[in-house]
């Protein structure tokens, strides 16, 4: 029960932001969505720490995610206070803890290996980077379209500032991605059991290489071809949509449309 009051009550806090963002003045803007993060805060700390078995899954893994991107923006949003909340960032947390209620994911085993938290953390944090990254990415484009459309800008943040940004967060979330691939090799066998080898060759695994390969592509060509612009932010798409794949849409088909859970 105290699981949905919580998802309930940070839902309703997120969706009024999200109503209203585009008509709110910055500093308004930010501290409406203050209640939503805190809400949201304490049902994810809710259901680690007081349910009697831990759950996780596809949904849990966005919720927590969408948490980390509202935790960005905020620390953002005390350097460049001329940030505006979008009603997309307060929709996203809102849908993403409606999702959570409703597909919790499957109970952690307690036999599961002591490496997966820290398998799971570094997954999940560079989830949450990449996520930013393309929020920025988002925000870039939109910002160029309004000048050259001679409008105000999107963001309310340099264009040049929204293109650092994006590339520090891919950047963050690269080294994140490679720790989380080397953790998954290295402990591979203390992951999924004896005799798993040490990789586990599945959608997960094929898709955060592809996911990889495109990020360091990305990487590789801002640093010696100066890739920006719409080159930049459609290998970074690619690269999200794949890092999305890897995790969030193989659990969303082992437990919503075969119906199972998964490790």
Same mark, same amino acid.
């Given at each position: 029960?105290?699981?949905?009051?919580?998802?309930?009550?940070?839902a309703?806090?997120?969706?009024?932001?999200?109503?209203?963002?585009?008509?709110?003045?910055?500093?308004?803007?930010?501290h409406?969505?203050?209640?939503?993060?805190?809400?949201?805060?304490?049902?994810?700390?809710?259901?680690?720490?007081?349910?009697? =078995?831990? #759950? @996780?899954?596809? !949904?849990?893994?966005?919720?927590? *995610? $969408?948490? +980390?991107?509202?935790?960005?923006?905020?620390v &953002?949003?005390?350097?460049?206070?001329?940030?505006?909340?979008?009603?997309?960032?307060?929709?996203?947390?809102?849908?993403?803890?409606?999702?959570?209620?409703?597909?919790?994911?499957?109970?952690l085993?307690?036999?599961?290996?002591?490496?997966?938290?820290?398998?799971?953390?570094?997954?999940?944090?560079?989830?949450?980077?990449?996520?930013?990254?393309?929020?920025?990415?988002?925000?870039?484009?939109?910002?160029?379209?309004?000048?050259?459309?001679?409008?105000p800008?999107?963001?309310?943040?340099?264009?040049?500032?929204?293109?650092r940004? =994006?590339? #520090? @967060?891919?950047? !963050?979330?690269?080294?994140?991605? *490679? $720790?989380? +691939?080397?953790?998954?090799?290295?402990f591979? &066998?203390?992951?999924?059991?004896?005799?798993?080898?040490?990789?586990r060759?599945?959608?997960?695994?094929?898709?955060?290489?592809?996911?990889?390969?495109?990020?360091?592509?990305?990487?590789?060509?801002?640093?010696?071809?100066?890739?920006?612009?719409?080159?930049?932010?459609?290998?970074?798409?690619?690269?999200?949509?794949?890092?999305?794949?890897?995790?969030?849409?193989?659990?969303?088909?082992?437990?919503?449309l075969?119906?199972?859970?998964?490790?």
């Amino acid at each position: 029960m105290a699981t949905v009051l919580l998802s309930a009550a940070a839902a309703a806090a997120y969706a009024v932001p999200a109503a209203v963002a585009s008509r709110l003045q910055p500093e308004r803007s930010r501290h409406a969505l203050l209640p939503a993060w805190v809400l949201h805060a304490l049902l994810l700390c809710w259901g680690l720490w007081f349910t009697a =078995t831990p #759950r @996780f899954g596809f !949904a849990p893994a966005l919720s927590v *995610t $969408a948490w +980390l991107v509202l935790t960005v923006y905020a620390v &953002e949003s005390h350097v460049f206070p001329q940030l505006r909340a979008h009603w997309a960032l307060a929709g996203f947390g809102a849908v993403a803890v409606l999702m959570a209620l409703v597909f919790p994911g499957t109970p952690l085993h307690e036999n599961a290996s002591p490496w997966l938290p820290l398998h799971w953390a570094l997954g999940i944090a560079c989830y949450g980077l990449f996520a930013a990254a393309v929020l920025h990415a988002w925000l870039m484009r939109r910002s160029e379209r309004a000048m050259r459309d001679a409008g105000p800008s999107f963001s309310g943040v340099p264009l040049l500032t929204l293109e650092r940004l =994006t590339f #520090r @967060f891919v950047q !963050a979330g690269f080294v994140l991605l *490679t $720790a989380t +691939l080397a953790a998954g090799w290295l402990f591979g &066998e203390s992951l999924y059991g004896a005799g798993a080898g040490r990789w586990r060759w599945d959608h997960k695994t094929v898709f955060s290489l592809l996911s990889w390969l495109s990020f360091a592509v990305l990487l590789v060509g801002r640093a010696r071809f100066g890739w920006r612009g719409r080159t930049a932010v459609r290998v970074l798409y690619a690269g999200a949509a794949l890092l999305l794949l890897a995790y969030v849409g193989s659990r969303f088909v082992l437990e919503v449309l075969i119906g199972r859970g998964a490790a």
